[in-house]
T-cell receptor, first 112, second 113 residues
C-alpha cells in the first residue's frame, strides 16, 4: 500500500521568512496530493492540493510542487505570519483507492 | 452552519463501557470517513462509507462498528472500550470516492480511564 514520509517533524522559522515541508510517497500510481493544516483543538483543514498532471500550484502565500519522477512533493509558505503556526499534513491517494494516506505531520512554529 | 459536525466533542468513560460518536454532514457529499488520531498526531483511516455502503474497513478491532443510516450520517459505536482506544476521532466527508479532498469535523476526544 501507499506510504507517505514527511519531513521535518518540527520546523521553526522567523516571522516573515519562508517555510518548506517535504514529502515522499511510495506508490507511483498515486495521483492526488492534498495538504492539510490542523490548528490546536480543530480538525485538519484542506489548504491546497495538486494532481499528478500538474507540476506546481500556487494560492497567495502557499505553493505546492510535485516531482512525479522522484515521487516528491513539497509545501512552500512565504512571508510567514503568526497564524501560520499549526501542524501541517501532506497526503496522497490513488485513483483506484478510496482513501487518503497521511504523512506524520510537521509542527510549524512561527517565531516573533 | 457547521459542514461536518461531531458529537460529543469530549468523551470520558471507563474501560469496558460501550459508547457512540455521531457525525453529520450538510455538504451533500456521498462519501464519509472515520479517522483516528493518536497522541503523536498520526492520522489513520478506519472506515469509509459511500452512499451508506461500507467500502473501506481497515484493520480495526471488531469492537468498532460504523453505521450509516443515510448518506449524511455516519456513526461510530465502540464496544468494551480499552485504554488504547483513547485518541481523537475525526469524521470527514468528500464529494467523490477518489481524488478529492476531505472536509473534517472538529473531532471527538475520547479518554478511557
Amino acid at each position: 500500500g501507499e506510504n507517505v514520509e514527511q519531513h521535518p517533524s518540527t520546523l521553526s522559522v522567523q516571522e516573515g521568512d519562508s517555510a518548506v515541508i517535504k514529502c515522499t510517497y511510495s506508490d507511483s500510481a498515486s495521483n492526488y496530493f492534498p495538504w492539510y493544516k490542523q490548528e490546536l483543538g480543530k480538525g485538519p483543514q484542506l489548504i491546497i492540493d495538486i494532481r499528478s498532471n500538474v507540476g506546481e500550484k500556487k494560492d497567495q502565500r502557499i505553493a505546492v510542487t510535485l516531482n512525479k519522477t522522484a515521487k516528491h512533493f513539497s509545501l512552500h509558505i512565504t512571508e510567514t505570519q503568526p497564524e501560520d503556526s499549526a501542524v501541517y499534513f501532506c497526503a496522497a491517494s490513488l485513483n483506484r483507492d478510496d482513501k487518503i494516506i497521511f504523512g506524520k505531520g510537521t509542527r510549524l512554529h512561527i517565531l516573533p | 452552519d457547521t459542514a461536518v459536525s461531531q458529537t460529543p466533542k469530549y468523551l470520558v468513560t471507563q474501560m469496558g463501557n460501550d459508547k457512540s460518536i455521531k457525525c453529520e454532514q450538510n455538504l451533500g457529499h456521498d462519501t464519509m470517513y472515520w479517522y483516528k488520531q493518536d497522541s503523536k498526531k498520526f492520522l489513520k483511516i478506519m472506515f469509509s462509507y459511500n452512499n451508506k455502503e461500507l467500502i473501506i474497513n481497515e484493520t480495526v478491532p471488531n469492537r468498532f462498528s460504523p453505521k450509516s443510516p443515510d448518506k449524511a450520517h455516519l456513526n461510530l459505536h465502540i464496544n468494551s472500550l480499552e485504554l488504547g482506544d483513547s485518541a481523537v476521532y475525526f469524521c470527514a466527508s468528500s464529494p467523490r470516492t477518489v481524488g478529492y479532498g476531505y472536509t473534517f469535523g472538529s473531532g471527538t476526544r475520547l479518554t478511557v480511564v
